[in-house]
């Protein structure tokens, strides 16, 4: 007879059909949990635009069998970003040849590379319910659980991926979390790129052989550019200063003249793409952070934040999405490795072992912006390299699987210690 698998037994209800919620769903049921995943949306969309996976995440996704050949033809494949300086003067080409060793990334639609993963839950047999959003969570020393549509549902453990707007936030901290603004915000577009052939400043960007991804930064202001699927999809990002109130929407509307005015005096190829823009096609995203969080489990140990629930990331760490696959995976370790007798524990340890990690990630997105935002472009104009993201190896070359398996053990007996 077969060996039962390590989680066999184990209920784990998951909060938020995210790539945090995915993924930890994914994870857990690979080991043998029963899971049941519950989202609030009433049907898969194909909502957003474009997203980005590091290798760290990009290697998750490969160790999901059939995920990689369905990723491949959806994503962008350039060989590097071109810099340019708002008035178009060409700067750098930052290519990823040095970080060739470090494995595969993905970059592309959300709501494409999302379904490709939601169809690998299914396939493995993750029981994902739509329309089904939680009102409260509750826990004891026993169980945790959560309420839908007034009924009380419950399980060993709570993994809730809910989001920026979090509600379990609320029970682990005991009170709500208010998002505050960046001072950023961006208008961000998918499109067709019929438009952007009939004009000759920008038929390039619709090159079939070729995809691009470029960068135009400006003082406070930058625009990012890329290509993809044989040149006939186009996404691009435009973040700026902004002082609005605090509205977190995949889908608040844009307007193609408000985009333009956000870079007056900008080269004419930028105006262009922005004004190729379908107004329905266009979303203005105010850009909201919050403190991080003291904790991110619940009194009780029962019930775990995941994902942006845990800790929001600014665009610009390009890490938001991969460390919330990371959230996912590492905490299927820790309870295979706590077992269902030992859930407070896994709880613990997923925290300890995430927490400091996620933390310098997410700083990454501050020193990322103002790198480009508060630069001296006389200084770049000489020094064209400094305009550079950072590819730090401990961030994308970095195995959250085998770390947490390295680490487990270590971290348990520390926790045991602080609380003897
Ligand atoms: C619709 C949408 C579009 C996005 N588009 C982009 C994009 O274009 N580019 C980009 O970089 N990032 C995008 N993001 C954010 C990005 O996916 C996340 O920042 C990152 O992947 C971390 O994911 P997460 O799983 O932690 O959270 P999310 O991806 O935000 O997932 C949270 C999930 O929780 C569900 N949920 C929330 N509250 C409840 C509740 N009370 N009960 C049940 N379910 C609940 C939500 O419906 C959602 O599916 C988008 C997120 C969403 C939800």
Redesign the pocket.
């Known amino acids: 007879m077969a060996k039962p698998l390590p989680l066999s037994g184990l209920e784990v209800i998951i ?8 993924t930890a769903a994914i994870e857990c049921r690979k080991r043998g949990a029963s899971v049941t995943l ?4 009433a049907s898969r ?1 194909q ?6 996976f590091g290798s760290n995440s990009g290697r998750i996704f490969r160790s999901w069998p059939g995920v990689e050949e369905k990723l491949d033809p959806v994503c962008h494949h350039s060989d590097g970003l071109v810099f340019r300086t708002y008035d178009d003067e060409y700067l750098c080409t930052q290519t990823w040849d040095a970080e060739a060793d470090w494995g595969k990334r993905f970059n592309g ?3 494409e590379i ?1 379904e490709v993963v939601w169809d690998h839950a299914l396939s493995i047999g993750v029981d994902i319910r739509l329309g ?4 409260e969570y509750f826990e004891d020393e026993r169980e945790a659980g959560v309420i ?1 549509d007034g009924e009380r549902l419950t399980a060993d453990v709570v993994l809730a ?7 379990a936030r609320t029970i682990v901290l005991g009170f709500e979390d208010k998002p505050k603004s960046s001072g950023y915000a961006v208008y ?1 577009s ?1 499109m067709g790129t019929d438009k952007l052939k009939e004009n000759p400043l920008t038929a390039w960007l619709a090159d079939p052989n070729i995809d691009h991804h470029v960068g135009w930064l400006g003082p406070d202001v930058h625009f990012l550019v890329a290509t993809l699927q044989n040149g006939t999809a186009c996404s691009w990002v435009l973040t700026h200063k902004d002082d609005a109130d605090v509205e977190e929407s ?2 608040a509307p844009g307007y193609v003249e408000e985009a333009v005015k956000a870079v007056e005096g900008w080269a004419p190829v930028v105006h262009a793409i922005i004004r190729a823009t379908p107004e329905e096609k266009l979303v203005d995203w105010k850009l909201v952070f919050r403190d991080p969080l003291p904790t991110w489990i619940s009194p009780k140990r029962r019930i775990a934040l ?4 845990a800790h ?2 600014l ?1 610009t760490s390009i890490q ?2 991969s460390q ?1 696959m990371e959230d996912g995976v590492t905490a299927a370790i820790c309870l295979e490795l706590a077992g269902k007798a030992n859930v407070p524990e896994a709880i613990r340890a997923y925290e300890k072992i995430r927490y400091e990690r996620v933390h310098a990630v997410q700083q990454t997105g501050v020193t990322n912006r103002d790198n480009w935002h508060k630069a001296d472009f006389d200084f770049v104009r000489k020094n064209p390299e400094s305009v550079k993201l950072p590819r730090q190896d401990w961030v994308l070359n970095f195995d959250c699987a085998a770390h947490t398996y390295e680490v487990f053990d270590k971290t348990v007996a520390e926790l045991r210690k602080e609380s003897s």
């Open positions: 909060i938020g059909a995210g790539f945090a919620g995915l519950f989202d609030s949306a969309r909502l957003g635009d474009i997203i980005s639609h959300r709501g999302h089904r959003k939680v009102t839908i991926g809910d989001g920026v707007r979090s509600l961000r998918w995949w889908s995941i994902g942006d629930a929001p990331f665009p938001g999405a919330s």
